[in-house]
């Protein structure tokens, strides 16, 4: 039962362009979510994070939109570079299980020169 | 650097035959977790260790267990590896079990297990 979804599998935007990448969950009780980031031959790497109580956090060239009624989070990447190229995934939480990540299966973003 | 390390980083066993893959960490964590990511799948958790503390989640099978002889290492068993456990086995620490990036987990890069 995939409680995160992310439903794109690949994305692939031109440099200097804005990246959209999109996670839809399906457990009210998440209250705390994730993006994490991964190259290839490496672990996942934290990226940014935000709590329900808030609907946007911005961290430099990246930031998480929360859209709690809709049960969706984005992360926006802007401006996109080369090195942004590698699988994110969303993950998410709840209180009642703090530090159970419940992953997505990942979008591979190319950002192409 | 301080670091999680997985070894190794690919293994190949037989069906039935028990394997144990390898984390340690150099970062002082109190939590380690096993993640299994099968392909084009989602990471999924096993169980995770606070301390000596083991928990396991409520659908990992029996077949796989764990053991943390210390703070910097663990291990992850596999008593009788069937054909569906094939996958990315992914280790990870957290200082706590408390939320917020600065509790973030931190990953290592993964082993991958082949079983013929």
């Known amino acids: 039962d995939q409680q995160v979804k992310q439903n794109s599998p690949s994305l692939s935007v031109q440099e200097g362009r804005i990246s959209i990448l999109n996670c839809d969950y399906t457990?009210?009780?998440?209250?705390?979510f994730l993006w994490y980031k991964k190259y290839p031959a490496e672990g996942p790497t934290f990226l940014i994070s935000?709590?329900?109580?808030?609907d946007k956090n911005e961290d430099g060239r990246f930031t998480v939109f929360l859209n709690k009624s809709a049960k969706h989070l984005s992360l926006h990447i802007v401006p996109s570079q080369p090195g942004d190229s590698a699988v994110y995934f969303c993950?998410?939480?709840?209180?009642?299980?703090?530090?159970?990540?419940?992953f997505g299966k990942g979008t591979s973003l190319l950002v192409t020169p | 650097d301080a670091m999680v390390i997985q070894n190794p980083r690919y293994q190949v066993t037989q069906f039935g035959k028990p394997v144990t893959l390898s984390c340690s960490q150099t970062?002082?964590?109190?939590?380690m977790y096993w993640y299994q990511q099968k392909s084009s799948q989602a990471p999924k958790l096993l169980f995770h260790?606070?301390?000596?503390?083991?928990?396991n989640e409520a659908d990992t099978p029996d077949n796989f267990q764990s053991r943390r002889p210390n703070t910097s290492f663990c291990f992850l068993d596999i008593r009788s590896p069937g054909l569906g456990d094939a996958a990315m086995y992914l280790c990870?620490?957290?200082?706590?079990?408390?939320?917020?990036?600065?509790?973030?987990?931190?990953f290592g890069p993964g082993t991958r297990l082949l079983v013929l």
């Open positions: 970062l002082n964590h109190n939590v």
């Open positions: 457990n009210s009780m998440f209250d705390y």
């Open positions: 260790y606070y301390d000596k503390d083991f928990n």
């Open positions: 993950a998410a939480s709840s209180s009642n299980s703090g530090y159970a990540l419940n």
């Open positions: 990870a620490t957290s200082r706590h079990l408390d939320r917020g990036p600065e509790e973030t987990q931190y």
């Open positions: 935000i709590s329900s109580i808030k």
